[in-house]
């Protein structure tokens, strides 16, 4: 495969890559729906109110039971972004961050506006989805980063001291671009990143969790891709906190039976490099997605974030038939978020026949229009 996406899919392929995209989205919206109820509480508040066990179900949050946040908001608009990037291209212009830029923006529009404005046909499909107009305790950096159009820069990040998890947790996409070179996809995940978050820790943890996704989405197991995540980041200046992190989450999965209190020991995740380390350490533990879900947002700490995170892994390596059937039919948006992973998964294994210099369908460029 090349990075243009033309080479020639088999259908088992096709349809493997298909079910990890699936699996890695939904997944990623599970864990976020989750953990949505219990962003701000401690493990003592959880259990008090759940129960010793704590979380064990979705329980209601902004109104009802599955509902998404944030991390699954902006992660949608990665896909939109990337799927528009692959469509311009026609055009002669290709530079990836510029798309996912605009799609940022439709996103932060979304935390503004009260819904979709039917006049703008260039903001495609996923922006005219009304359930994305909802704000759901979204973060500061991503908010003032894309508070007006100029594009933060590795050379010129917004935010420059911000290393929460806002960039890391929508990253997740990024790394279902299999055809691309790891590094590539480093690369495009930390420029991406610097467009909110400015720390290296911020951008790197980002570019690292991608890296991650990209291995198991081809297949690898976890162990395999914590290695080709560690080796991506030892070349970047500044990589040593997100390093530290990763190394600590593998470090506690020698030390014993998973407990809330060795996730609690990698932080609280409201960090770019904690979310990473506890969402990476709760997969490699996992008995069973439910498992690993369920360890991932029952801490004193960014719930939803490190139960999103981990959601993006367990689904990427298992697939979309792993996931929690019972949680799976209660989720907000799912019937969208559906949509946009096949069209994503289309768009990576079918490109040219949707579009070209031949000729393109009508119906795709409505939904990824390329102006
Ligand atoms: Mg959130």
Same mark, same amino acid.
């Given at each position: 495969m090349t990075t243009t996406g033309t080479a020639v899919w088999g259908r088992a392929e096709q349809q493997d890559f298909r079910s990890r995209v699936r699996g890695c989205l939904l997944g990623g919206a599970i864990g976020d729906a989750l953990g949505a109820s219990v962003e701000f509480h401690s493990l003592d508040e959880i259990r008090r109110e759940h $129960?010793?066990? +704590?979380?064990t179900d979705l329980v209601p949050a902004y109104g009802r039971r599955g509902a998404i946040t944030d991390d699954t908001q902006m992660s949608l608009f990665t896909v939109d972004g990337l799927i528009r990037a692959q469509v311009r291209r026609d055009t002669g212009a290709w530079h990836p961050p510029t798309d996912v830029h605009r799609a940022y923006l439709r996103w932060a529009a979304t935390q503004r506006?009260?819904?979709?404005?039917? #006049? #703008?046909?260039? @903001? %495609?499909?996923? !922006?005219?989805?009304?359930?994305?107009?909802?704000? #759901?305790?979204? $973060?500061q950096a991503c908010l003032t980063g894309l508070g007006d159009d100029t594009m933060g820069t590795l050379a010129q990040p917004k935010n420059p001291d911000s290393k929460g998890c806002g960039a890391v947790m929508r990253? !997740?996409?990024? %790394?279902?671009?299999? %055809?691309?070179e790891p590094q590539l996809v480093f690369q495009l995940a930390t420029e991406c990143a610097a467009?909110? &978050? +400015?720390h290296p820790t911020g951008y790197l943890a980002a570019g690292a969790f991608a890296v991650l996704i990209h291995s198991l989405a081809q297949g690898e197991p976890l162990d395999n891709a914590i290695q080709r995540a560690l080796a991506q980041l030892s070349? #970047?200046? +500044?990589h040593e906190e997100t390093s530290t992190a990763l190394k600590l989450a593998l470090g506690a999965v020698r030390q014993g039976l998973p407990t809330a209190a060795r996730v609690e020991s990698l932080g609280e995740g409201w960090t770019a490099e904690e979310a990473l380390a506890i969402g990476v350490y709760c997969a490699l533990v996992a008995e069973d997605v439910r498992h690993g879900l369920l360890l991932a947002v029952? &801490? %004193? $700490? @960014?719930s939803d974030s490190t139960g999103s995170i981990c959601g993006n892994l367990l689904g990427a390596l &298992? +697939?979309?038939? !792993?996931?929690p059937p019972g949680w799976l039919a209660e989720l907000e948006g799912r019937a969208t978020i559906l949509e946009l992973a096949d069209d994503f998964a289309m768009e990576m294994t079918q490109g040219p026949a949707l579009h070209g210099p031949a000729g393109s369908a009508p119906g795709w460029l409505a939904r990824y229009p390329r102006s």
């Open positions: $129960g010793p066990e +704590g979380l506006e009260w819904g979709p404005d039917e #006049r #703008r046909e260039e @903001d %495609g499909w996923l !922006a005219r989805q009304e359930w994305l107009y909802a704000r #759901r305790a979204p $973060g990253s !997740a996409p990024f %790394g279902l671009l299999v %055809g691309w467009q909110t &978050h +400015g070349a #970047r200046p +500044g029952n &801490h %004193g $700490g @960014d &298992h +697939g979309e038939t !792993a996931l």
